[in-house]
């Protein structure tokens, strides 16, 4: 199985989601606290506890730059971008 998660550390609330295959199979959320990376930490061994192998991590938002065990890291208009292109893909001018 594909494991790929996704982290958005936000100013106000830190969100995550497992997918397995391309599949939403875990979710995380929960507000930010003074320290970021805490929440990233928790969000990471939350979403990928009990699984074999390590999933891809992405990391966006606010704090995405405060780990250093990310795979990636994307701007927040890189990934509104991308999110509008695969929930609208015949529209390509987002109107």
């Known amino acids: 199985m594909n494991y790929t998660v996704g982290i958005d550390s936000g100013s106000t609330a830190t969100k995550g989601i497992l997918l397995a295959d391309g599949v939403i199979v875990r979710r995380f959320l929960c507000p930010t606290p003074f320290r970021p990376a805490d929440a990233i ?3 990471w061994e939350t979403l990928r506890a009990g699984l074999t192998e ?3 991590l992405t990391l966006t938002g606010y704090g995405r730059q405060l780990v250093d065990f990310a795979d990636k890291q994307v701007t927040e208009i890189s990934c509104h971008g991308l999110g509008a292109r695969l929930l ?3 529209n390509p001018h987002g109107d």
């Open 88 to 90: 609208a893909p015949d």
């Open 54 to 56: 390590t999933p891809f």
């Open 41 to 43: 930490h928790e969000a």
